[in-house]
C-alpha cells in the first residue's frame, strides 16, 4: 500500500492504495464515484474512459500509480450541472439506450471537442473508435456531437 495524490474533478485526494490498482477502481471503489464504468477490463470497450490531462484515457487498465501529478476528469467532473455541450446534445437526440456506455461515449466526445472544435465524420469516426455501444446507437452519437460542436 502506498499514498497516492490525485487531482480528480478539481479536487485533491488523498488515498491509500496498492499502486497498481487501476484508477477506475480507485474511482468507483475508494472514492465512490460510480459514473465512469467497467466494461471489458483490457481497455477495448470504453466504457471507463476518463480524461487525464484533458486527454481520453481508459481507466481500467491505468495503474493509479502513473496519474499521480495529473489532472483528472470523470463524467462526474465535466460539468456541474449537466450542461456540457456534449451532455447537453446527447439529451436533444436522445441517444442513450441502455446508457450502459453513455459516460465513456460523452467522455471521449468531449475531448475530441476540446482538441476539434468542428470535426469531419472522419474526425468523429476515428476519435470514437474503441467506444463500444450495444445498443448500437452510433448515428445517433454521432449527430449529438455535431450538436456539441455548434453549442460550443
Known amino acids: 500500500m502506498s499514498e497516492i495524490q490525485l487531482h480528480i474533478n478539481g479536487k485533491d485526494h488523498q488515498i491509500n492504495v496498492d499502486p497498481n490498482t487501476p484508477i477506475l477502481w480507485v474511482l468507483r471503489d475508494h472514492l465512490n464515484m460510480s459514473g465512469t464504468k467497467y466494461g471489458c477490463g483490457i481497455a477495448q470497450c470504453g466504457a471507463c474512459t476518463i480524461h487525464l490531462d484533458g486527454v481520453a484515457i481508459r481507466s481500467c487498465s ?3 500509480s502513473s496519474v499521480q501529478g495529473k489532472s483528472i476528469t470523470t463524467i ?4 456541474k450541472n449537466g450542461d456540457h455541450p ?4 446527447w439529451i436533444e437526440h436522445d441517444v442513450p439506450q ?3 456506455c453513455q459516460a465513456g461515449q460523452i467522455m471521449s466526445a468531449a475531448a475530441l471537442l476540446e482538441e476539434n ?4 465524420d472522419t474526425d468523429i469516426d476515428v476519435a470514437m473508435n474503441g467506444n463500444i455501444c450495444r445498443c448500437g446507437t452510433y448515428t445517433r452519437i454521432k449527430a449529438a ?6 453549442i460550443a
Not at 76 to 79: A, K, T
Not at 145 to 150: E, G
Request: charged content about 10%; proline content about 8%.
Open 62 to 64: 491505468l495503474p493509479v
Open 76 to 79: 462526474e467532473g465535466l460539468s
Open 86 to 89: 456534449v451532455q447537453q446534445a
Open 98 to 100: 441502455c446508457g450502459y
Open 117 to 120: 472544435a468542428h470535426p469531419t
Open 145 to 150: 456531437i455535431k450538436t456539441a460542436a455548434k
